[in-house]
């Protein structure tokens, strides 16, 4: 594998961070400095050094989150609560991490996990992984909206959203796909459409779905539930 993806499963630091140090000379393989982050290397039997340190390969953790409204998805923050704070004792916080964002006040499926690369993977626009939300509206979406939306719409900062899948549920809840993450997206989309969402909650990401989850509860997966 690459030198680059190692350091990553390691958990030495960020993608970026590591792609730095390398170029910084402070990578060894074999006994001599590396700055190509992509040279290949292979599991015990070449011998690389992170700032004079072997790292090992860490054992790659993965859970869902049924987040709550309230926290931000943020490891920390001196005046608000972050998600950091819903997970239980026994999940090492230090090691684990949220892919991709929910607002504050939307609540649903948040993963966290260890994996350095999965999450880069997970998060990056060509992937154009799917997350569902379940809305809810202050006013009747009409025909004309859902073709709007299935269409793409042009949200307030200008920016033309791509086309979204739309689930009819009832006159002021649907189903909402997309593909992006854009800041505020979903409720951007709906005021794009003269409408507002009174209640968001993500219901799915990729193939991962909430289930029979409750709010607040955390449930431990496989890195094989996960398709990418």
Same mark, same amino acid.
């Given at each position: ?217 955390? &449930?431990?997966?496989? &890195? ?5």
């Amino acid at each position: 594998m690459r030198l680059e993806k190692y350091l990553v499963e390691c958990g030495v630091a960020s993608r970026r961070k590591i792609k730095k140090a390398i170029l910084e000379g402070r990578v060894t393989l074999n006994g001599n400095v590396e700055y190509n982050d992509g040279t290949e290397v292979e599991w015990g039997i070449d011998s690389i050094t992170f700032d004079g340190i072997i790292p090992k390969r860490k054992e790659l953790k993965y859970y869902i989150l049924y987040k709550v409204a309230g926290y931000i998805t943020a490891m920390s923050d001196e005046h608000r609560k972050t998600v950091v704070e819903l997970l239980p004792s026994y999940v090492d916080r230090s090691s684990v991490f949220p892919v991709g964002r929910l607002d504050k006040d939307t609540e649903g499926l948040l993963l966290f996990t260890s994996d350095g690369n999965l999450s880069y993977t997970m998060s990056h626009p060509d992937k154009e992984m799917e997350k569902t939300y379940y809305v809810e509206l202050a006013r009747e979406i009409s025909s004309d909206n859902i073709l709007a939306l299935e269409s793409g719409v042009i949200l307030d900062t200008g920016y033309a959203a791509l086309p979204g899948k739309v689930e009819y549920i009832s006159p002021k809840s649907i189903n909402l796909t997309i593909t992006e993450g854009k800041y505020h997206q979903v409720k951007k989309m709906l005021k794009a459409v003269q409408n507002r969402v009174t209640y968001l909650k993500r219901i799915q990401f990729g193939n991962l779905t909430l289930g029979d989850m409750q709010p607040g509860e955390i &449930r431990e997966i496989l &890195r094989e539930d996960i398709q990418i």
